[in-house]
């Protein structure tokens, strides 16, 4: 798989060698020409000297061949800039990093679902660790071709589930309203704002983000 990182923050070098041990095709575009001449001493990928939210630097790297694109630079507007320029460009997948949370509904109504909010993630998992709980163990119960993915929903997309034509091998876990769990039957009655998280099998995740979209956009 060819991935394409803009930004070589710490979070990219240890993904990319991660990935890199795995034999995937990485890639990074950096702006600090010095900083690339550091770390390619210890990251074996290619390097890209330039500006990940311009368009002409990205064309450089053939972008509908790259499977993911992570845009993890230290701006979160940047990073939804690289992902929006790089989803245009044919990148099948493109990942912004956000530090802030206010982005988060930002980056959803560009149509960015695939939003990575670390500091959420580690201050949540902490909290549970303190409290007991090693949510960590979740992944392990993932398995095969199952994946867990979510939605906050917008307009077009409120009412009864069952109403957006999800695929059919897709259920509801919960949904988070006003920041409160809650359990749900199989045909929920959606507000805006709402967090909604589904299992489904990975084969049906692109057609599941590409309905959400397309309802989003019915309305605009």
Do not use: W
Request: hydrophobic share 40%; aromatic share 4%; proline share 4%.
């Amino acid at each position: 798989m060819r991935v394409i990182f803009i930004g070589a923050s710490s979070l990219t070098q240890m993904t990319a060698q991660m990935l890199i041990r795995r034999n995937h095709d990485v890639v990074i575009v950096e702006r600090d020409k010095d900083k690339i001449e550091d770390i390619s001493k210890d990251i074996d990928c290619g390097f890209i000297h330039g500006d990940g939210t311009r368009p002409d630097v990205l064309r450089e790297l053939d972008p509908t061949a790259a499977e993911i694109l992570f845009c993890f630079m230290g701006n979160d507007q940047s990073n939804l800039i690289a992902a929006l320029v790089g989803r245009s460009l044919g990148c099948k997948r493109v990942f912004p990093k956000i530090d802030d949370p206010d982005f988060e509904h930002v980056a959803i109504e560009l149509g960015l679902q695939d939003v990575i909010l670390p500091n959420r993630t580690t201050g949540r998992y902490l909290a549970d660790l303190i409290e007991g709980q090693d949510m960590l163990s979740l992944s392990a119960m993932i398995k095969g071709e199952a994946r867990v993915t979510s939605f906050v929903v917008q307009a077009g997309l409120t009412g009864p589930l069952r109403d957006l034509g999800l695929p059919a091998a897709s259920r509801v876990i919960c949904l988070y309203r006003a920041g409160e769990l809650l359990l749900v039957d199989d045909n929920p009655q959606l507000e805006i704002d709402d967090e909604v998280i589904l299992i489904t099998y990975q084969k049906h995740l692109e057609s599941l983000h590409a309905q959400l979209t397309k309802r989003r956009e019915s309305v605009t």
